[in-house]
């Protein structure tokens, strides 16, 4: 059975400056995509960036980038110029391509708090 | 439009009582979802449709009972809940089930089962 593994309940940031939020998986499969998700105080989760594993070249959206190290089964968050509007749950998430259909499975989150 | 709306925001419920959550999304999408998700924990699939069809039940129990009358609209039935069966209900759409597609999440029903 895949699990995904978030390993820092919290973390805290001050404004302007980079954070990194880890998450690794377990999986046998080879093809499969990976999400990050955010779910602010107000509820409603949104997706950050999303990785397909036979991609080598590491997402990017804006601020947000990851690393991504198929081997080692591991894949990061980087939020660069971190803002108050971070303040969130980020959740990891993984579905295996061919896998249950709409199954993504998540880690357990990581509150990320951002300090002015 | 990219947004899925859910009522109601809260709801309080006894036991006895028979309620029913809404979701709704014009976005064209075909693919609905339900998601449980307690205090502090990651959100747990319940159902899933696809094409107004149930595709995916994660052994839900029957208390709980879906329906898809149309492709914008998702319901979830609730009769006979438990005080455990408190949580923040999330829907979810996307395009199809296509792998890499992006769920889109609506900002969830708070329901509480006295």
């Known amino acids: 059975a895949q699990t995904v593994t978030q390993s820092q309940p919290e973390m805290s940031v001050q404004e302007a400056e980079t954070v990194t939020l880890s998450c690794t998986y377990d999986?046998?499969?080879?093809?499969?995509?990976l999400f990050w998700y955010k779910q602010p105080p107000s509820r409603q989760m949104i997706l950050v960036i999303r990785q397909e594993a036979y991609k080598q070249q590491n997402a990017t959206e804006n601020r947000f980038s990851v690393n991504f190290q198929k081997a080692a089964k591991s894949f990061s968050l980087k939020i660069s110029d971190s803002q108050l509007g971070d303040t969130a749950m980020y959740f990891c998430?993984?579905?295996?391509?061919?896998?249950?259909?709409?199954?993504?499975?998540f880690g357990k989150g990581t509150k990320l708090s951002v300090k002015p | 439009d990219t947004e899925v709306t859910q009522t109601p925001k809260h709801l309080v419920m006894g036991m006895t009582n028979k309620k029913s959550l809404k979701c709704e999304q014009h976005?064209?999408?075909?693919?609905m979802y339900w998601y449980k998700q307690k205090a502090k924990k990651p959100p747990e699939l319940m159902f899933v449709y696809s094409y107004e069809k149930l595709s995916i039940n994660e052994s839900v129990p029957s208390r709980f009972s879906p329906e898809c009358p149309n492709s914008s609209l998702l319901n979830l039935h609730l009769h006979a809940l438990q005080p455990e069966d408190s949580a923040l209900y999330l829907c979810?759409?996307?395009?199809?089930?296509?792998?890499?597609?992006?769920?889109?999440f609506g900002p969830g029903t708070r329901l509480t089962v006295l």
């Open positions: 999986t046998s499969e080879n093809n499969y995509y």
């Open positions: 979810a759409s996307s395009q199809d089930l296509g792998f890499l597609n992006e769920q889109f």
């Open positions: 976005m064209g999408h075909r693919a």
């Open positions: 998430a993984f579905r295996n391509y061919g896998g249950s259909q709409g199954n993504l499975i």
